[in-house]
């Protein structure tokens, strides 16, 4: 069964900053990863799908990383602005295929 | 514009009283699934459709019900809602099931907050 598990739970940067957050996954036989943010009580948004065959993906400020061999992805968000701050869930497919697995999400706060 | 449609988006109701929550897709996606949210326990899949009249359940799939007439629907059904299902659900959607290919991108409505008294 895929375990997913995101580091840290929470971070406060000052604006300005550039962060990495950190998510790990248990099997490594996956599709792909995704990226998603979550604004308070609000919808999922996909940030960026990573293919299981690219390393890197890129969307503006966002660079996601995939390395399957170690079951880890980073989401790098450069130059961070206070509108940046939601929580950041990853998530892979399950080995069955049949739904996706999330982890419990990184609660970032951008200070201005 | 793509996009998946919930409805209603804030709902309070009493024990025991049927209620529907919809969810449309626009982008002609065969796989469609519904999550829950809670405090502590992240989100959890209560049905999933592979496809129009193939459905299936996912972790948490007591107390609800789903159908899938039309390729675009995805109405989840609470026919005796309880407390415990007081939760904020997710309606998501993708080309083919997570396990599909990699290039299956998975799309999300913006949620239902159920509050059941």
């Known amino acids: 069964k895929q375990e997913v598990t995101q580091i840290p739970a929470a971070l406060s940067v000052p604006e300005g900053e550039n962060l990495v957050l950190n998510c790990s996954f248990t099997?490594?036989?996956?599709?792909?990863l995704q990226w998603f943010r979550q604004d308070p009580g609000k919808g999922l948004t996909s940030l960026l799908l990573?293919?299981?065959?690219?390393r890197e993906q890129t969307s503006g400020r966002l660079n996601a990383s995939l390395d399957k061999s170690s079951g880890r992805s980073t989401l790098y968000i450069a130059a961070s602005q206070p509108g940046d701050s939601a929580t950041y869930l990853c998530?892979?497919?399950?080995?069955?295929?049949?739904?996706?697995?999330f982890g419990e999400g990184t609660q970032l706060t951008v200070n201005p | 514009e793509a996009q998946v449609t919930q409805n209603p988006r804030y709902l309070i109701t009493v024990t025991g009283k049927k209620l529907t929550v919809t969810c449309s897709q626009n982008m002609n996606h065969e796989y469609m699934s519904w999550y829950r949210q809670d405090p502590g326990l992240g989100l959890r899949q209560i049905y999933y459709s592979m496809n129009v009249e193939v459905t299936d359940k996912g972790d948490v799939p007591e107390g609800y019900k789903v159908s899938r007439k039309e390729k675009r629907n995805f109405p989840l059904i609470l026919e005796s809602p309880s407390p415990n299902q007081t939760s904020l659900y997710f309606c998501?959607?993708?080309?083919?099931?997570?396990?599909?290919?990699?290039?299956?991108?998975?799309?999300f409505g913006q949620g239902t907050r159920l509050t059941v008294v």
């Open positions: 998530a892979v497919p399950e080995t069955s295929g049949s739904r996706l697995t």
């Open positions: 099997d490594s036989a996956i599709y792909n």
């Open positions: 998501a959607s993708s080309s083919f099931s997570p396990g599909g290919g990699s290039n299956t991108e998975a799309f």
């Open positions: 990573i293919q299981s065959s690219q």
